[in-house]
Antibody, heavy 115, light 109 residues
Framework: EVQLVESGGGLVQPGGSLRLSCAAS????????MYWVRQAPGKGLVWVSR????????SYADSVKGRFTISRDNAKNTLYLQMNSLRAEDTAVYYC????????WGQGTLVTVSS | QAVVTQEPSLTVSPGGTVTLTCGSN?????????PYWFQQKPGQAPRTLIY???NKHSWTPARFSGSLVGGKAALTLSGAQPEDEAEYYC?????????FGGGTKLTVL
């Protein structure tokens, strides 16, 4: 069974940091580019970041550039998102998703930035 | 950053056909934008229906198809079912980044 399981979300104060993880199983994780996507309550999907299958290439949405860092550990089949200098507008459910012919999504982890 | 546009809402009759479109403010959408289509139902995670313009996943119902039409990416639903009522999002590639459209709320009525 294919699974993407996000973790690491929670309540954090403005200016704080969180590290999200996405544990993959049941498919060839190391063969696929991976994305982080977020969705604020009641709003649409927003692309956050992507990383190549081997971790050598990354890109970010302008809104998170310089604050968020995507990475992966293919030996552990895990994707990460390090989020620093968090703002209220970063409050959202964060999803990891695999791309191309895989196309899997996790169930998401909620990040709430509030004092 | 590029802006991706979708119809805010559409209605289709059960058994009917509807086409959702996905445009870009930078010009015509081509296969080089690697269009994706996603379906999201209330309270659920999104699900990928179409990748790279027209490719389906094993779980994609045969009644969904992806294409390029009139300078836009298109998702066509032929033979709508009540369970197809959902929000649909497209995603385009723009210079290394990716941009979602605002979503189309599809009502089957």
């Amino acid at each position: 069974e294919v699974q993407l399981v996000e973790s690491g979300g929670g309540l954090v104060q403005p200016g704080g940091s969180l590290r999200l993880s996405c544990a993959a199983s049941g498919f060839a994780f190391s063969n696929y580019w991976m994305y982080w996507v977020r969705q604020a309550p009641g709003k649409g999907l927003v692309w956050v970041s992507r990383i190549s299958y081997d971790g050598s290439t990354t890109s970010y949405a302008d809104s998170v550039k310089g604050r968020f860092t995507i990475s992966r550990d293919n030996a552990k089949n895990t994707l990460y998102l390090q989020m620093n200098s968090l703002r209220a507008e970063d409050t959202a459910v964060y999803y990891c998703t695999s791309t191309g012919a895989s196309g899997y999504w996790g169930q998401g982890t909620l990040v709430t930035v509030s004092s | 950053q590029a802006v991706v546009t979708q119809e805010p809402s559409l209605t289709v009759s059960p058994g009917g056909t509807v086409t959702l479109t996905c445009g870009s403010n930078t010009g015509d959408v081509t296969s080089g934008h690697y269009p994706y289509w996603f379906q999201q139902k209330p309270g659920q995670a999104p699900r990928t229906l179409i990748y790279e313009t027209s490719n389906k996943h094993s779980w994609t119902p045969a009644r969904f198809s992806g294409s390029l039409v009139g300078g836009k990416a298109a998702l066509t639903l032929s033979g709508a079912q009540p369970e197809d009522e959902a929000e649909y999002y497209c995603l385009l590639s723009h210079s290394g980044a990716r941009v979602f459209g605002g979503g189309t709320k599809l009502t089957v009525l």
